[in-house]
């Protein structure tokens, strides 16, 4: 079995990161309960006459898979494997509410192409005139992790040399206003650094696209190894402990190798907790990270995550702005990923400098 | 296995239906659309409630109607397979959707803002929860759990990446298929595209006006080869091949050769280790509008050249199932191994003029051993799937 | 009639989201599809509906639509024979 490199990166989030060549050099700050993407100018990487029909989620995906493309130095992939928790909303919220405003009459088909969970992968398969392997996950906080497994799977057996995965979920106003309903969105404003000891329910929603290139040749510029990645539909706190020792003796680890983790926590009082047992419990003499500060709540905030934890490996350095303890690795070798939503779909992601 | 779709509600009903010629396509009944004289659907006359009551959930459940047909059709297949302990083998759940819970969102989508009791439907409409009810409906925990959004080759894709995470290794059973219900914003979205026909839908067939949509789920349990010797299963099919290629050439249409259904088809063959004239009947995605079939006409002559094998469209009986599609017509491709029988493709009258492909029209009997079936989906997404009788 | 055509201009812009495209860039015997301005099928459908809402003309094949489109001066002659609004 092929070893899975990460080999470039491209992101486009509430924190300014479409430029590889900063690393949260300025922290975009907030007082607020849903944060918006930080936009590049789009115009300099999408031809206006494509661009016309792209909402949001595809414009920031377009962007960040570029970046990882054209930092990778490929111009064509094997394969686009592309998660979404909920899809493209702003097109979907287009359509519905023109059906029910206008009683079905004169509608459009452009809103309705674009809704189309696939359509991020299909626009850059499109656009790079990419005819290989194309899928899209879409299950809430592990729709990315399912798409890394996948690639994983296709590199190891060699089915595959090089493949384009991200995440992208965007924001739209209805979605917004019905989980504010439900109290899944925060009440009252936070800022970026109360956002965990705000102690109430609900996150600060964001939206981002994070995309990366793997491959299963090594090269001088390779962030670092993919070495595993598990997901969990259910996962009883009870468990945790147990299914994180598994993960690592499956991939010959122990707690002690594990140099940093990095956990979803979003300030949600009610599910945050899944972290405090890894935090307070097996992983209590670990550099302990998080970033959902930064990049706000998305079914495939992860993405982010992966982005932070290759950054690290790359740079050898942590920016202070995402530790969650005091305490500091003696390396930056090892770092184990752990997250959830709302107590379902949890995922271990296990990467490696190399 | 396990079915449910607009000509049966169980595998043993569906393959009546395909062999007495009964096609499931009448005006649509349960959904309030103006839509309703100038469409013709496939829809499955079990009502939400009839279905609440058959699963035996509570009253404050949260199902929507894609979550409540996924279920029945999956603890169908769970009960063929004689699945006992679901927890004996490292099992996991691929399933695939488009619709998701959009059938309640389009219905209560002002609603969800101030009336309560509508609520509980938010969570239920990204395309990860009717999945996740399936789950739980199974009694799968803690497990590899996820979800295929890849337009009308949806399911198709489930049924590949569950074998492929089969013969990785990573698990030794996974419960593989689909579930789409009918909605305003699909009737309505099809509409803008001018491709649904106003009457019964002619596959292949050179007058063809479009497609008829439908509803339905269906799923298979995939086991390895391990499972199958330590439980001395009875197998019902092999999945032998494989392939997905990406079309490429517009976010809808298809390409005039059909470039992404060759490649898919031909990526099939080859993991299945078989030429083409090992193929002995085409499932086809044939969904009756003028590119589809054209587009995937041309893409079988590509790959088959003059030795073209028996080939039908069954979306004459169910409709367009969209994201279940690539599992009902898995289901019907197994059937038609198990009994040597080939479907007829329905409605058919006029030969298409850009090429000399008759599709099968009656009734067959013939010993198949391998038959192939194509699911192609928007965003130039296209799967094929190869089912043999022999490992 | 030339109140008709920029009229058409100013819509198919909006309408398609042609953001960075100005009126006098588009000439009245300008193709529209293809090569010219580069719409395409999904644009069609897009007019197609226009055609309904703003003139209440209406289309059953999208085929037909293609011959209409061919230019804003053919649009224009076709809409001012067959308006209902």
């Known amino acids: 079995m092929k070893k899975v490199y990460i080999q470039s990166v491209g992101s486009v989030s509430a924190q300014k990161t479409f430029d590889n060549s900063e690393f949260l050099d300025e922290i975009t700050e907030y007082y607020d309960t849903i944060i918006f993407a930080v936009n590049p100018v789009y115009k300099d990487y999408i031809p206006p006459a494509a661009a016309r029909r792209m909402a949001k989620g595809i414009k920031m995906s377009a962007v960040a898979s570029k970046i990882a493309l054209t930092e990778a130095e490929v111009e064509n992939v094997d394969a686009i494997i592309t998660g979404t928790g909920m899809g493209c909303v702003r097109d979907s919220e287009k359509f519905v509410s023109a059906i029910i405003d206008n009683d079905e009459a004169y509608l459009t088909p452009t809103s309705f192409i674009q809704s189309t969970h696939n359509t991020v992968g299909g626009q850059i398969a499109l656009g790079l005139g990419c005819k290989g392997y194309n899928f899209t996950y879409v299950h809430s906080s592990i729709s990315f992790e399912s798409a890394l497994l996948d690639a994983k799977m296709q590199l190891e057996l060699d089915e595959a040399s090089t493949i384009l995965v991200g995440g992208v979920d965007e924001l739209g106003d209805h979605t917004v206003a019905i989980h504010r309903a439900i109290n899944h969105i925060k009440l009252k404003a936070v800022s970026l650094g109360g956002l965990l000891s705000s102690r109430t329910e609900g996150a600060v929603f964001g939206e981002g696209a994070n995309f990366f290139v793997l491959s299963n040749e090594k090269s001088d510029t390779s962030y670092g190894e993919l070495v595993a990645v598990d997901t969990f539909n259910t996962l009883q706190k009870g468990k945790l402990i147990e299914a994180a020792i598994t993960f690592l003796t499956q991939n010959d680890l122990k707690v002690t190798d594990v140099d940093l983790l990095v956990l979803g926590n979003n300030g949600d009082i009610e599910f945050d907790d899944y972290y405090r047992v890894l935090q307070d419990g097996l992983f209590s003499e670990t550099q302990q990270l998080y970033y959902k500060h930064l990049s706000g709540e998305f079914n495939t905030a992860s993405s982010f995550g992966l982005w932070l934890a290759s950054k690290i490996l790359k740079t050898q350095t942590v920016p202070g702005i995402v530790n969650l303890n005091d305490l500091s690795a003696s390396k930056l070798d090892v770092i184990l990923l752990y997250n959830q939503y709302r107590g379902l779909n949890h995922s271990f992601t296990l990467v490696r400098k190399c | 296995m396990g079915i449910i779709s607009a000509i049966g509600n169980t595998v043993a009903e569906n393959y009546d239906a395909l062999i007495e010629g009964r096609k499931g396509i009448s005006r649509i009944s349960k959904i309030n659309t103006i839509q309703r004289d100038e469409i013709m659907v496939g829809e499955i006359a079990a009502s939400n409630d009839a279905l609440i009551e058959l699963l035996g959930l509570p009253p404050e459940n949260n199902y929507c109607r894609t979550a409540l047909l996924g279920a029945v059709a999956a603890k169908e297949a769970i009960a063929n397979a004689q699945i006992t302990d679901i927890k004996k083998y490292r099992t996991g759940l691929v399933s695939a959707t488009s619709v998701g819970g959009m059938d309640m969102t389009e219905k209560y989508y002002y609603d969800y803002l101030t009336d309560t009791s509508t609520q509980k439907y938010i969570d239920g409409h990204h395309a990860g929860d009717s999945t996740q009810k399936v789950a739980e409906q199974l009694g799968i925990e803690q497990s590899l759990v996820t979800s ?244 | 009639m030339s109140d008709l055509k920029q009229e058409l201009k100013e819509k198919i812009i909006e309408q398609l989201n042609l953001e960075d495209v100005s009126i006098d860039e588009i000439g009245d015997e300008d193709t529209l599809f293809g090569d010219g301005l580069g719409l395409d099928s999904i644009d069609a459908l897009e007019l197609i509906v226009m055609l309904d809402k703003d003139y209440g003309i209406k289309l059953s094949d999208p085929k037909e639509g293609r011959k209409i489109f061919e230019s804003i001066g053919v649009m224009a002659d076709y809409i001012a024979e067959h308006r209902t609004k």
């Open chain 2, 148 to 391: 295929i959004s890849t337009a009308c080759s949806s399911a198709a894709n489930s049924i590949m990446f569950g074998a492929r995470l089969i013969k990785s290794g990573k698990l030794d059973r996974v419960i593989v298929g689909g579930a789409d219900c009918l909605s305003k914003f699909t009737i309505n979205g099809f509409k803008t595209l001018m491709i649904l026909s106003d009457t019964y839908s002619t596959p292949f067939d050179e007058n063809r006006k479009g497609l008829n949509l439908g509803e339905a789920a269906a799923f298979l349990v995939l086991e390895s080869e391990e499972v199958v010797k330590a439980e001395n299963k009875n197998v019902l099919a092999y999945v032998k091949g494989y392939g997905n290629a990406n079309d490429a050439y517009h976010q809808t249409a298809s390409s005039e050769n059909g470039d992404g259904a060759t490649l898919a088809m031909e990526k099939a063959l080859k993991v299945a280790g078989y030429e083409p004239s090992d193929i002995d009947y085409i499932n086809a995605h044939g969904t009756a509008t003028g590119n589809n079939d054209l587009s995937e006409g041309r893409a079988i002559i590509n790959v088959f050249g003059s030795n073209v094998p028996d080939f039908s469209s069954t979306k004459a009986y169910t409709g367009h199932t969209l994201a279940a599609a690539g599992a009902i017509e898995a289901v019907f491709s197994v059937l038609a191994l198990q009994h040597d029988i080939i479907f007829p493709n329905l409605n058919y009258k006029t030969q298409m003029k850009e090429f000399s492909l008759r599709p099968q029209l009656a009734l067959k009997e013939k010993g198949l051993d391998a038959v192939l079936s194509n699911s192609l989906g928007f965003g130039g997404n296209c799967s094929t799937v190869i089912f043999s009788k022999q490992a």
